[in-house]
């Protein structure tokens, strides 16, 4: 399945991330860690027209760290 923003932002807000309790953003923080991980974040199809978007291996290192401190 294809996902965009919109789609993207319905799973998790990082604009209104100070909302989500705790626990909520420990939970969102180790799915986004296995999605970029995995390669499901960003989309391929996004990527492709988005270049720019691609995560660099820091970047997901980055996302991991803070998903496990």
């Not at 991330?17 to 199809?45: F, I, N, V």
Request: charged residues 20%.
């Amino acid at each position: 399945m294809v996902y965009g923003v919109r789609e993207g932002r319905s799973a998790v807000n990082f604009s209104e991330w100070a909302a989500y309790p705790p626990e909520r953003q420990r939970q969102l923080m180790a799915a986004s860690c296995h999605d970029a991980t995995t390669g499901k974040m960003p989309d391929r199809l996004w990527t492709t027209l988005h270049p720019e978007a691609r995560l660099s291996t820091q970047d997901i290192d980055t996302i991991c760290a803070a998903a496990h401190p």
